[in-house]
């Protein structure tokens, strides 16, 4: 079993900056893909970023250039950083672990708001 606990999240203007952490306990596998996905009113749920133990990304073209993903491997930390809010930047963001071995797992999210 894998635990993820996200923070970070809040209300925040149009043009602001966020960052969100996520920190990950229980079996973790050294060879994993962390991320975050987000969720807004009456929408699906949609892929934000991911980023591989070795590093390797893969960003929603509405994020690119605006959000950065991170990771801390030692610690089995997750970070996005999301500068130039928008108003469509508004949903409920969730951590993401996935390992071949021991399947997919989530956080229960965090609320980002951003007003216009």
């Known amino acids: 079993q894998v635990q993820l606990v996200e923070s970070g999240g809040g209300l925040v203007q149009a043009g602001g900056s966020l960052r969100l952490s996520c920190a990950a306990s229980g079996s973790i596998f050294a060879i994993n893909t962390m991320g975050w996905y987000r969720q807004a009113p009456g929408k699906q749920r949609e892929l934000v970023a991911t980023m591989t133990n070795t590093r390797y990304t893969n960003y929603a073209a509405s994020v690119k250039g605006r959000f950065t993903i991170s990771r801390d491997n030692a610690k089995n930390m997750v970070y996005l950083q999301m500068n130039s809010l928008k108003p469509e930047d508004t949903a409920v963001y969730y951590c993401?672990?996935?390992?071949?071995?021991?399947?997919?797992?989530w956080g229960q999210g965090t609320q980002v708001t951003v007003s216009s």
């Open positions: 993401t672990y996935s390992n071949y071995e021991s399947g997919d797992y």
